[in-house]
Structures are given as C-alpha cells and as structure tokens.
C-alpha cells in the first residue's frame, strides 16, 4: 500500500530509528528534583545558542509560551500581537485562562506589524485601561504563511518597547526555519526579547519538546508555572534526549524542507481553480485559496486524503500544507501528480 504524504503539519514527523536509539540510551534522572543529566545537558545548550542566562525543558511549545506569558504579566495586563498568533489562536485562551491578559490585536501583513503600530497600540497609564506589558512575535509566522521576521523591524519593535517599558516575548517555535532562510543564529534574534520559546517537536522532527529561554530570575519563574501547570516530568531525560539528536542532526537539513515547499507552490499556482503567491512561500508553511465556486477546502482535503495526500483544512476555501523531515523531494512530486489529476477533474 503506497505512504501517505501527510502535509497537515510539521508536528506529525516520527522519530527516526537512530533519535529512538539515542533516547533509550540517554542517562536520565528526576527532572522535577532537578537531577536529570540529559535534561540539564539540552537546557545549558539552548541557553547558549539564544544567548541567554538560563533555558527550561517544558513539553509542548505552549506551554513554552504560555509561561513566559504568565511569569511576565499580571491578571488585568494586556498583550500586544498579531490578530493572528498562535498564542491567540490555538493555545485555548491561556493568555485569558492562565495569565488574566486581554490581548490588543495588530493587523499587518503576514502576521508581521510595525513598531509604529505598537506604538499607537500602547495604553496611557490611567487606572481606565488595561496595563499594556508584552509584546509577543512569531517568528516564523504560522498563519502568515510562514514568515520571515527581518531583524531591523524587531529592533524597532524593541526599541519602542524598551521606551515605553514593554516586555518582548518570541514564540519562536519555528525559530530554526527562521534562521536557516535568514542565516543568523537563533541569538541574533534572541538579543531583542526578554523570553524566547523554541520548539523541538516542529520542523526538527523529535517526538515532544520545547524550551522557554531568559534570564535566571525568569526562567525561576517558569519553573514554578510549569510545575502548576502540570508540565513537571520525571525521567524526562528520554525526550531531551530526542531534542538533542535532533540538533545535532536536523537543523542543517530545514533549507531541503524549505525548497520542498517552494517547488510544491509553484505548482499549485499553475493548478485550475487554486490561488497561490509563491513568492510568498520563504520557509516550510504554505497557505493556498480556492475558488469558491470550485469546492470547499474541506471537499477537497477529502479528496485528497482518499488518494493519499493529507492537507488542513483552515477556512471555508483555505489550505495549508506544512513540509518536514519525513516528506522527500520524491514525496513532493509525487502529491503534486495527485493534487494536479484532482483540480484537472473538475
Ligand atoms: N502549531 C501547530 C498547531 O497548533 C496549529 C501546527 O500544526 O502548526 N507556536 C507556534 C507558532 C506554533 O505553530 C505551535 C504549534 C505552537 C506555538 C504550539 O506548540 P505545541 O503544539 O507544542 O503546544
């Protein structure tokens, strides 16, 4: 029976027989006492390559965010981002839940804004209004199409924050998608923000994982929030063990993952019915429209899935496909065939 190619996202990757090997043979210890070697090993390594004072091992890219959020701000704060950030979006409301923030949602195109917009966002100080405190970016920028944040616009941002005194945040949970278009190491980015999360378990292919990186006194103050969020694990160094192999091995290779996907938008945008920049598409996220008198994207996820290429569904006529480690150039052709006999049926 012929492979799925499953495109509905990065996360779906399964650990390769050599990450499964070097996690059953990873020293481990309990991490909520604060004695797992490997745990200890990843968090001093991610400290370092962001160029900060300290880094925690947390279970999901969420609870990364969700964190820094909490340990930055107090019930009644407000949040400056984009209108379409993953940690508004597809984080259940944990800003509200968690932290008690509301959020100022900024426009802009591919879920990028200005410092001006910032700005003219930031509340006077009066006992009327929110607290403005935290400025989050997403860099790359999931639903804006997996976009690059350039880092003269994030200076900006941080010089304006820093005036007004703001806390910057990076949910950077494609951070090395970021870096591998941009060719800057993740602490050229890191530089402008207080905290910064990073994921282990997106394009570098390990199974769980993220970091929240920062100084000691923040990084402290995660700690404690992981633990009553329920993120505390034991012999964690099983998994800190997969996000180390997959430094070592899977960040040089995202540029394949990145090309994979350019070569899959330049064909959509020759397809029928399908809309699709591909000048648009800088790392491994695309987004795609359809007429809407053609189907809905759900109609045609379906189709596609029955002839083995899985898509997501986002919006009544919009798709997104996510290229990673365990789809090849090969795979690429191959659902582009499938895509292509589909739209040329009707
Ligand atoms: N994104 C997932 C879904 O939640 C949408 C995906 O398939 O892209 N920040 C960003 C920018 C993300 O894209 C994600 C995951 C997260 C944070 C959250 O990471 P997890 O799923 O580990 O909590």
């Known amino acids: 029976m012929p492979q799925t190619i499953d ?8 650990p390769s027989t050599a990450m499964l090997e070097a996690m059953t043979t990873a020293e481990v210890g309990d991490d909520v006492l604060g004695d797992d070697p490997t745990v200890i090993k990843l968090q001093e390594r991610m400290a370092r390559l962001f160029g900060k004072e300290a880094a925690l091992y947390v279970p999901s890219g969420s609870m990364a965010n969700q964190t820094a959020i909490k340990s930055q701000t107090e019930s009644g704060d407000e949040i400056i981002t984009h209108q379409d950030n993953h940690i508004y979006h597809y984080e259940g409301g944990a800003p509200a839940g968690l932290s008690g923030c509301s959020m100022r949602l900024l426009t802009g195109d591919n879920g990028q804004f200005t410092a001006k917009d910032v700005e003219a966002a930031i509340r006077p100080t009066d006992s009327h209004f929110p607290q403005s405190r935290l400025v989050v970016i997403e860099n790359t920028h999931n639903r804006g199409g997996g976009s690059v944040w350039s880092l003269d616009r994030i200076r900006e941002i941080h010089g304006v924050a820093r005036e007004h005194d703001l806390r910057l945040h990076l949910d950077g949970a494609r951070i090395w998608n970021a870096c591998a278009v941009s060719g800057l190491p993740p602490a050229d980015y890191a530089q402008y923000f207080d905290s910064v999360s990073a994921c282990f378990s997106k394009g570098l292919g390990a199974p769980v994982g993220s970091a929240v990186m920062g100084d000691h006194d923040l990084i402290r103050r995660c700690h404690r929030y992981r633990k009553m969020f329920g993120g505390g694990m034991r012999q964690t160094g099983i998994l800190a063990a997969a996000a180390l192999f997959a430094l070592d091995n899977n960040v040089d290779r995202l540029k394949t993952d990145h090309a994979n996907a350019g070569k899959l938008a330049r064909s959509l945008g020759e397809m029928p019915h399908l809309r699709i920049d591909p000048k648009s598409v ?14 809905s994207a759900k109609e045609l996820c379906d189709k596609m899935d029955s002839a083995g290429v899985r898509m997501l569904a986002i919006g009544p006529y919009r798709v997104r496909a996510v290229t990673h480690l365990d789809v090849s150039s090969n795979d690429i052709d191959h659902a582009i065939e499938i895509i292509g006999r589909i739209v040329r049926a009707r």
Do not use: G
Not at 284 to 294: E, G, Q
């Open 7 to 14: 495109l509905r996202s990065d996360t779906v990757t399964k």
């Open 282 to 295: 800088e790392s491994n996220i695309l987004y795609f429209d359809l007429d809407a008198n053609y189907m």
